[in-house]
């Protein structure tokens, strides 16, 4: 589509630029800015990791190919404020802030409705949640029978203190739907150290030749005993891998609890969203708000302005022009960081 004028995105960044001030995460640990050709190697369990452990991990990080070229791929949700999707608007109708500026330059403006899903299902197998165990399993097979189309792939993983994937990226029910029957509850929960591990082994390294909309479907209660590594990391890691976090909790008492603070904190920063079922029956309900939203998004990649390859966070502010409309996406980005 033809790509208008970038007046208007200039225009609404005098409107935002007194308004914004989002934070900046802590400085990220160095990466390489040459993406790995190679699966990362089996890690250690995370009783024996150490925070030194994953720092000098960190420090080998390949960097996605887009922000490489300059190139952000933004993805993002619009809903109304009845939480239905709207769809049908154009880039005229948003305006943007790349680390408080407008971008350089807009390369493309898409309803992305159709592009190919990289999901992976990570299932809480702690003892925490063992009597609703069930329900999670049933409702992880029953979103991937609905959401995978032919071009579509898919892994499943369970975690306690160890991350356990059973089946990695397929196209195959079947298989993905034994590897679900496989998993077991029973042991403590290490969520921080499971979600890192999991956006740097399995979407960090991942290699495609097409784009791809890769996203994590985190079905848990929220608490975490047994972690190394901190929430902080474990959301820097999500943002690093550009992996958009969906989480459903499993828990159904009559208010949020701590857990459930950090099952929207982690969404939130990723550019997902979070969903509290009042009735562990209703967990399937998550998964269906899942599939429906990821068919239901638009792609926006733009040149950032006074972009400087040297590690940083760059926050992102995207605003829709219309009150009536919300726009849902992740809070930034990492810049890679330059050789030598």
Not at 77 to 104: C, H, I, M, R, S
Not at 111 to 135: A, K, Y
Request: hydrophobic residues 35%; contains cysteine.
């Amino acid at each position: 589509m033809r790509i208008s004028s970038n007046a208007h995105w200039a225009t609404l960044a005098l409107v935002c630029a007194t308004t914004v001030r989002a934070q900046a995460p802590a400085a990220p640990a160095q990466q390489t800015a040459t993406p790995s050709t190679q699966q990362a190697p089996k890690q250690q369990t995370p009783a024996q990791q150490t925070p030194d452990d994953l720092q000098q991990q960190d420090q080998n990080l390949p960097t996605p190919i887009r922000v490489i070229s300059r190139e952000v791929d933004l993805l993002f949700t619009v809903t109304d404020k009845k939480g239905a999707f709207v769809t049908g608007l154009q880039q005229q109708n948003f305006g943007l802030l790349d680390n408080g500026a407008p971008p350089e330059r807009v390369v493309r403006f898409t309803q992305q409705t159709n592009l190919p899903l990289r999901v992976g299902i990570m299932l809480d197998t702690s003892s925490s949640i063992r009597q609703r165990f069930q329900f999670e399993q049933q409702a992880a097979t029953d979103f991937l029978l609905q959401v995978l189309h032919s071009t579509d792939r898919a892994f499943v993983e369970g975690f306690d203190v160890q991350t356990d994937v059973e089946q990695d990226f397929t196209n195959r029910i079947d298989l993905l739907n034994t590897g679900i029957s496989k998993l077991r509850p029973g042991g403590g929960t290490a969520l921080f150290d499971s979600l890192y591990k999991t956006c740097r082994d399995q979407m960090l390294t991942l290699q495609q030749t097409t784009d791809v909309r890769k996203a994590l479907v985190l079905v848990s209660d929220g608490d975490d005993d047994y972690s190394r590594a901190t929430e902080t990391d474990a959301i820097k890691m999500c943002q690093r891998a550009e992996t958009i976090v969906y989480t459903i909790s499993t828990n159904t008492g009559p208010s949020k609890d701590k857990g459930d603070d950090v099952l929207q904190q982690i969404s939130d920063a990723t550019g997902g969203q979070a969903f509290f079922p009042t009735r562990i029956q209703d967990v399937a309900q998550g998964f269906l708000n899942i599939e429906a939203e990821l068919r239901s998004q638009y792609s926006l990649i733009y040149v950032p302005a006074n972009f400087k390859q040297d590690g940083s966070f760059r926050t992102i502010y995207l605003h829709c022009l219309d009150q009536r409309y919300a726009v849902r996406t992740k809070k930034g980005y990492f810049a890679p960081k330059a050789p030598g």
